[in-house]
């Protein structure tokens, strides 16, 4: 799991502005939008916190990694 969000966040920082920008906008955004409507149509109140934590898992998480991966390798 952690090479998974190693490699896909670096493969994301990669991405030129243009490409960043699009995907965020048609993934990440459109995904959000999805999931507003699962909330105002299907009253499924548990889809954005579900989809917020599984984004901000795959953001944060890569930082952490890096922070545990810098810290461990200091105290070497």
């Not at 670096?10 to 048609?26: A, C, T, V």
């Not at 955004?29 to 579900?50: H, R």
């Amino acid at each position: 799991m952690k090479n998974i969000i190693i490699k896909s966040n670096e493969w994301y920082d990669d991405l030129s502005e243009m490409k960043r920008l699009s995907f965020f906008l048609i993934v990440i955004m459109g995904s959000l939008v999805i999931v507003q409507y699962l909330m105002s149509g299907k009253n499924s109140v548990w889809s954005f916190p579900i989809w917020a934590s599984f984004i901000a898992f795959w953001r944060c998480g890569y930082i952490f990694i890096q922070w545990y991966e810098s810290y461990k390798n200091d105290r070497l």
